[in-house]
C-alpha cells in the first residue's frame, strides 16, 4: 500500500507540472496579444488592437470549433517590456501564441523569446528585416503576417526614378526601422540611377525638427522623409512653415491612417508606399471601412488591417484543423502555407515565412470615399506593384548576400 500510494503521489506531481507548462486545452485557443496601449504609440495600440478584436466579434470569437480567448497586454512601446509581458503570457496565461510587438527593436527582442519558450510568436507589425531573412533560423516559431521595412520602399525608390527625381534627401527616425525604410528605398532609387545625396537621422520621439530642416539641401529636388508615432505629424507641419516647395515622399507610417486626419493641407500632394490604404477601391475594403468606422468612430490605419488580417490568416488554420491545437511547429507550417484574399489584397507567405502582396503606392488627397458626405484626406493609391515579396527584383540569394540595411549601409557614396 505504501509503494502504491507513494506511486500516485509522484504521478499527481508529474501531472501538475504537466498543467504549468501545458498551453490550454485545444477547444480554447489563447492568443496574447502585445500593443502599446499607453505612452507616445497608445493610439497604435489601439488600432492594433481593435483590428483583431473585430475579426473576433465579427465570427463570434469561434475559430473552427475552438474558442478564442484573447489577452492584452501593455508592451508601451517598450522592447525590455514586451519581453517581460511575453514571458508572463507563455509561462502565467498558457498562451498558445502571442501576436503583435510595435517597433522593429520589439520584434527583435520577442522572437528569441518565442524560440526559449517554443512558443509561436506571429509578427503582425514589427518590420524588422532580419527576423525573416538572415536570422530566420534561429526563430522557428516566427511568422510575420505584416511585412518587412524594406519591402514598400523597393518599389517606391523605383517609382521615383520613374517620375524623373534624381536627387534625393532623406531625412529619418534614427533606429532600425528608419534605417531600413530608407535602405530599401536608396537600393533601389540609386539601382535605378538616382542619386541619395543627404541623410538626416532626428532621434526617435523628436517633436522639434528646427535644428534639422534647415540643413536639408536645396540642390534635392526632392525629399524622401521616415516619421513614426506623432513625429509623423510635426515634420510635415514644420517642414511646411519653413517654406518648402520640394515634392515630399514618406515611408509608409509617414502618412497612415492612424494620423492622417490630424494632419492638414500641408500634406496634400505627398507620396508614400504601403501594403494598405484605407482608399483602397475595391468592395472589400469599403466594406471594411465601413464596418471599422462605425464601430471605432474613425478610418482604419494599416496598424488595424493588419492585425485584422492576422485574425483571419490564424482563423484559417484553425479551420483546417477544425478546432485543434495542431502544435507550436505544426502550426507554423500550417499558417505558412495560408493563401487569403484579404482586405489589402492577395496575401500568402513566401519559403522565410514572409508575406508577398501588393505594395500601393499612394498620394494624400482631400476627397470624398465611400459614399461619406464629406472631403477628407484619403491615402489615394495612384500605382499598384503586384506580387511583390522582401526581397524585391534581386532575388533571394543575391539580395542576402548584402549587409542587412542599417545607418550607413548602402553608403552615402553621393552624400554632399
Keep these: 500500500m505504501t509503494g502504491s ?10 501531472c501538475a507540472a504537466l498543467a504549468v507548462t501545458a498551453p490550454a486545452a485545444a477547444e480554447e485557443l489563447r492568443i496574447g496579444f502585445l500593443a502599446p496601449m ?40 517598450k522592447p525590455p517590456v514586451g ?4 514571458e508572463k503570457l507563455v509561462r502565467q496565461d498558457k498562451v498558445h501564441m502571442f501576436i503583435g510587438g510595435l517597433l522593429a527593436p520589439t520584434g527583435y527582442a520577442l522572437a528569441p523569446v518565442s524560440t526559449r519558450l517554443k512558443t509561436v510568436y506571429i509578427a503582425s507589425i514589427p518590420a524588422a528585416d532580419d527576423l525573416t531573412q538572415r536570422d530566420l533560423a534561429k526563430y522557428p516559431y516566427l511568422v510575420r503576417t505584416g511585412w518587412t521595412s524594406s519591402q514598400p520602399h523597393h518599389p517606391l525608390g523605383q517609382w521615383a526614378c520613374e517620375q524623373g527625381y534624381k536627387r534625393v ?3 529619418a527616425a534614427d533606429y532600425a526601422f528608419g534605417h531600413e525604410v530608407v535602405g530599401g528605398f536608396q537600393k533601389a532609387f540609386e539601382g535605378c540611377g538616382g542619386r541619395i545625396i543627404q541623410k538626416i537621422w532626428p532621434p526617435l520621439g523628436t517633436k522639434d525638427f528646427g535644428p534639422y530642416i534647415p540643413t536639408i539641401k536645396q540642390s534635392a529636388d526632392a525629399i524622401f522623409s521616415l516619421m513614426v508615432g506623432p513625429m509623423a505629424l510635426q515634420f510635415p507641419k514644420q517642414l511646411a512653415a519653413s517654406g518648402n516647395k520640394k515634392p515630399v515622399l514618406g515611408g509608409g507610417t509617414s502618412y497612415d491612417e492612424f494620423v492622417l486626419p490630424a494632419m492638414g493641407e500641408e500634406v496634400i500632394g505627398h507620396v508614400s508606399a ?30 488595424s488591417e493588419s492585425n485584422y488580417t492576422t485574425a483571419q490568416m490564424i482563423h484559417e488554420v484553425m479551420e483546417t484543423s477544425r478546432g485543434k491545437w495542431p502544435g507550436a511547429a505544426q502550426f507554423v507550417k500550417m499558417l505558412s502555407a495560408v493563401k487569403v484574399d484579404a482586405v489589402r489584397g492577395p496575401v ?69
Design 5 to 14: 500510494s507513494g506511486f500516485s503521489r509522484k504521478l499527481a506531481a508529474a
Design 38 to 77: 499607453t505612452g507616445i504609440f497608445a493610439q497604435v495600440g489601439k488600432d492594433m488592437a481593435n483590428g483583431f478584436q473585430m475579426y473576433l466579434d465579427e465570427t463570434g470569437g469561434n475559430f473552427g470549433g475552438a474558442k478564442v480567448t484573447l489577452i492584452v497586454e501593455d508592451e508601451e512601446g
Design 83 to 86: 519581453v517581460r509581458k511575453a
Design 169 to 171: 534627401a532623406a531625412v
Design 274 to 303: 504601403l501594403q494598405y490604404s484605407a482608399a483602397l477601391d475595391t468592395p472589400g475594403n469599403s466594406s471594411f471601412v465601413k464596418r471599422y468606422r462605425a464601430k471605432y468612430g474613425k478610418v482604419p490605419s494599416y496598424y
Design 348 to 416: 500568402r507567405l513566401d519559403e522565410m515565412r514572409n508575406p508577398v502582396q501588393n505594395i500601393y503606392i499612394k498620394k494624400v488627397e482631400r476627397r470624398k470615399m465611400f459614399g461619406y458626405e464629406k472631403d477628407e484626406l484619403w491615402n489615394t493609391v495612384i500605382k499598384t506593384y503586384p506580387d511583390v515579396g522582401q526581397f524585391w527584383k534581386y532575388g533571394k540569394q543575391q539580395f542576402l548576400k548584402q549587409p542587412v540595411y542599417s545607418r550607413d549601409f548602402p553608403p552615402c557614396k553621393y552624400c554632399e
